[in-house]
DNA sequence: TCGTACACTGTACGTCGTACGCTGTACTAT
DNA sequence: ATAGTACAGCGTACGACGTACAGTGTACGA
């Protein structure tokens, strides 16, 4: 039990960075990133409010965390395999992730210094498309479009008010449909009715478009 | 000048919900959206704070005014082209209004009711989509696609700091490089080597990835 | 002249982030 | 044993926030 190294390891009861982010993170998904507030959680980890403040210099820089390890969470590609099955894993990994932590995409745009986790993915990512044969312009053309994609993805996902299928077909009708009057709007009607019908999940959706999106970047491998 | 027929138009002294929400948009665009508060919209309209609330019932209808005064930026899709053309001339629009207004993306997750402007875009959007041959739940598809392509690369063009070629140059070195070891970077910095010397520039890269997922949705015109 | 409606406002409450200065404890040097 | 130092944590206070509530004045129809 000698005191010294085990100095930086966060006793059961004592604070720590990684405590707080963490309990921030779970208090985001919780509450929605609106109900984060350092009291509530400073009181949730049973400290007063100010004492997050040796752990973290401000909200911000406890957002900034937040986000990455949110990227933490993140997979990375794994190796050995083509690249499109390689990025199909990690694209899909990043949007659960996202859906998940449904804050962090609205806080992504105010942030703009990437953090270490940031940093490491698109390494990851980068080297992934590299050894696939990307030249270095190409392969950063490539993560723009399947970063596009994923981010731009999850932001719509996040401002449905429905999950699954199921619960898509229940709104439909209730909320959607009336507010919807159908000489006005002619071809939303006509959506709305066949997604519907063909039991639009938005889980599927996404496979739907980044298997379009890979296999329009797969042209670019061997060019540039 | 009798006085019933002009009562909706905002004379040049009195408040309105438009002069409101134009007012709030332009203070966001000023100063963030952090930087909005009913406080001082107010009073750069010269009112009190209370005021506002005769023309919006609280901030948060405020801000979905804002978000659907946004979505009436963003030009329709023309009629009388093929429909690649139609789409990217409305993508491009789009990418530059959300250019303009860098706080609309981070607000978009958290509102989920549409507004009117949004539902007529949409609906614009879809028409065109039908008018050349995508069926019902190919335009779906296709709008799922398009949509978030353009809302992802805006938010990830929000979070650079620097929005031309000449600004990254002049970063690169001072600010990104220094961040990023080459020894556990590599891939990185091989990317920014490449873009500083291919002189990356933001507009180009949207439309390079667009015309990427036009041509991927091509085949879908057709099928289903 | 009165009444009523409406555009607008002042004050007040609870909550927020956080600056500042204070506690208590633990450990080192004497 | 004692004094000194460092640091984790806290209490209070300040200015700004959204907004409930109870006004105030002016315009206009009766």
Redesign the pocket.
């Known amino acids: 039990m000698s ?1 010294k190294e085990q100095r930086q390891v966060p006793s059961d009861t ?2 720590s960075k990684q405590r707080v982010v963490l309990e921030a993170t779970r208090l985001a998904d919780r509450e929605g990133v609106g109900g ?5 959680l ?1 009181s949730t980890l049973g ?5 997050l ?2 752990y973290v210099a ?3 820089e406890l957002l900034d965390a937040m986000i990455d390890l949110v990227f933490d969470e993140i997979e990375l590609p794994p190796e050995g395999t083509d690249w499109q099955s390689a990025m199909r894993r990690r694209a899909v990994s990043a949007q659960q992730v996202l859906a998940r932590h449904p804050w962090a995409n609205g806080l992504m745009d105010s942030r703009t210094s990437p953090g270490p986790a940031n940093l490491r993915h698109h390494e990851a990512v980068t080297a992934c498309l590299r050894r696939a044969g990307f030249s270095p312009l190409m392969a950063t053309h490539a993560n723009w479009l399947l970063d596009s994609y994923v981010y731009g993805f999850a932001l719509q996902a996040a401002s449905l008010p429905f999950d699954t299928a199921d619960e898509l077909a229940e709104m439909a009708e209730d909320v959607y449909l009336p507010q919807l009057p159908p000489d006005e709007f002619p071809y939303l009607n006509e959506s709305a009715a066949a997604l519907v019908d063909a039991g639009f999940d938005p889980a599927e959706e996404f496979i739907f478009g980044l298997d379009l999106v890979l296999a329009a970047l797969e042209p670019l491998r061997t060019a540039g």
Chains 1, 2 share one sequence.
Not at 36 to 40: D, K, N, T, V, Y
């Open positions: 005191a004592g604070l984060l507030s350092m009291r509530r400073a400290a007063g409010a100010m004492s403040y040796h401000s909200k911000d």
